[in-house]
Structures are given as C-alpha cells and as structure tokens.
C-alpha cells in the first residue's frame, strides 16, 4: 500500500520501508561466476605438464577472485530501509547482509541528499570517507543522509527519498513532543 505523505508502509502502519537497486552490479556477478568458471575448467581440463603449483595457483587465484567478486557485487545489488517507531535499519543485498541498525534516539536529524553518487563515495558498497561519514550506496540517485547525535553522519541511497526523510522526522517530532510531556 502506497501513501503519498508518508511513502510505501510494510504490513505495519507504522513502519515505511524502501529500496534502491543496481542492475549494473548483476553485469560484475557474471564476470565473477566466468572467473569461478575459468577456475574450475582450468582444474578439470588442464594439463598437468606445467607443473602442479602454477596449476594449482591458477585454478586457486581465478576461483578466489570470482568469488570475491561474485559475493561483493551480490551484496551491494541491492538496499533496503526500514523505519519503524523506534529504528532505522539498513540491509544490503538479498540475504541483508551486512547490515546496520540505528536506533532514532541517536538520530539527530534528517536530510534529503538529491545526488548521491558512487564515485563521491569511491565506489560502490559500504563506504567510510573520514570527511563524510559513512554510506551505502548502490546507485547513483536520491538518498538519505542520518545526522547522529555523536557527530557521525550516515547516507544510504534509497528510491522515494524524501519520503523516507518526512518519516524520520516525524517519528523525531513524535519522540521530542512525547519526552517534553
């Protein structure tokens, strides 16, 4: 169900999740599933007149190589946000793994970033740059950037992302107006 002022809700009125995806990643996925491939031909097909160790070092490095590949890109194809009445939390890829969890009572605002950009960040995935914080960013786009109580700041690209602020700081205002009582 879609509310236009408060963004897409789970099966929980009070919790809005969102999400934002990277189909260019799945093209980097192949490329370490072939490297994986390569691998495991080299191990079953090549001859063994070279030498075992060099063998042995190519089928190893072309496997290790596409699996890092393979699992780094799956991990960061794909990034959810949930905000319920209490947390924000932040799942990457399909298994939502690695994630994050902040609590809004370390949240000190909210803002809209129109123009979130990999290449600002270093790349893709989880990233920390000393002089902005930390992100997930899986595509270039609108994203949300967490103002911590502790100075810290958090962006994570999100699709309908300025809805997502609208929610973080009404459930802020909810917090503050329910402790000034």
């Not at 996925?29 to 190519?58: D, F, H, K, N, R």
């Not at 991990?75 to 319920?84: H, I, S």
Request: proline share 6%; hydrophobic share 45%; charged share 20%.
């Amino acid at each position: 169900m879609r509310d236009p002022a408060h963004g897409r809700h789970g099966p929980h009125p009070d919790v809005w999740t969102g999400h934002a995806t990277n189909r260019l990643q799945w093209l980097l996925a192949l490329i370490g599933a072939a490297c994986m491939a390569l691998g495991i031909q080299l191990a079953v097909e090549a001859p063994w007149t070279s030498g075992l160790v060099p063998l042995v070092m190519s089928v190893v490095g072309c496997i290790a190589a596409g699996l890092l590949v393979l699992f780094g890109t799956l991990a960061f194809v794909r990034v959810a946000l949930r905000v319920d009445r209490d947390h924000l939390e932040v799942r990457c890829g399909h298994i939502g793994v690695p994630r994050r969890r902040i609590p809004l009572s370390q949240v000190a605002g909210a803002e809209f970033a129109p123009h979130v950009t990999p290449c600002h960040w270093g790349g893709w995935g989880y990233r920390w740059r000393p002089e902005k914080g930390t992100a997930v960013v899986v595509r270039r786009g609108e994203g949300v950037v967490l103002r911590l109580w502790d100075g810290h700041v958090f962006t994570v690209t999100v699709d309908d992302a300025e809805a997502a602020v609208r929610v973080i700081r009404d459930r802020l205002r909810s917090r503050t107006s329910g402790t000034a009582r």
